[in-house]
Nanobody
């Protein structure tokens, strides 16, 4: 079993930055596919970014490409999401997800067996 705890959310003005953290416990996630999803009010949960494999290959949704960076620190068993140039449309609850497989292509919700509780990000205009 893997437990995931997100932190780092908050309120920020448009154009600002936040760094989300996802701390894992229970097992090493160094070879897991780790991802961030988000869910805005009234909308479905959507994929944001993923990092996979020992070489830390990354994949991003088009809406965040060039602004967000996903990374992992295996020594801390933690995954990060650095979010820059934030926009009001980035407002959502952000969730961390984990799966032990190497997931090719654009991951979907159903691919992941482990989820955190979410952290709120609010971007004001």
């Amino acid at each position: 079993q893997v437990q995931l705890v997100e932190s780092g959310g908050g309120l920020v003005q448009a154009g600002g930055s936040l760094r989300l953290s996802c701390a894992a416990s229970g097992r090493s996630i160094s070879r897991y596919t780790m991802a961030w999803f988000r869910q805005a009010p009234g909308k479905e949960r959507e994929f944001v970014a993923a990092v996979r494999g020992s070489a830390s290959s990354t994949y991003y949704a088009d809406s965040v490409k060039g602004r967000f960076t996903i990374s992992r620190d295996n020594a801390k068993n933690t995954v990060y999401l650095q979010m820059n140039s934030l926009k009001p449309e980035d407002t959502a609850v952000y969730y961390c997800a984990a799966d032990p497989r190497y997931l090719f292509g654009a991951p979907i919700e159903a691919d992941f067996g482990y989820w955190g509780q979410g952290t709120q990000v609010t971007v004001s205009s």
